[in-house]
């Protein structure tokens, strides 16, 4: 089964950065789009940025202008670079991607975000 292994969350001061990796287990080249959602406590799961296999990317537009993702097709991973950070970003967040009609999910990686 394929899996995604996310990680690079943590505990950052609002304005700080932080970087988050996903790596599956299958060559990222062969999955057409892959995703970051977050998940933040009493909230529903939310789309946060979409990249395709051609680099076509897409944000939420509360990410929009401080988030960047991208992909990384020799080192097999996909990244989520987060700038500005607000405590508002205070989320567990998950990579995901869809093959065929099955939805795939990391784990899952905190980022906690201190005013």
């Not at 990579?95 to 099955?102: A, D, R, V």
């Amino acid at each position: 089964q394929v899996q995604l292994v996310e990680s690079g969350g943590g505990l950052v001061q609002a304005g700080g950065s932080l970087r988050l990796s996903c790596a599956p287990s299958i060559m990222i080249s062969v999955i057409s789009v892959m995703d970051w959602y977050r998940q933040a406590p009493g909230k529903e799961r939310e789309l946060v940025a979409r990249i395709t296999s051609g680099s076509l990317t897409d944000y939420a537009d509360s990410v929009r202008g401080r988030f960047t993702i991208s992909r990384d097709n020799p080192k097999n991973t996909m990244f989520l670079q987060m700038n500005s950070l607000k405590p508002e970003d205070t989320a567990v967040y998950y990579c995901h991607t869809k093959l065929g009609s099955t939805n795939i999910w990391g784990q899952g990686t905190q980022v906690t975000v201190s005013s």
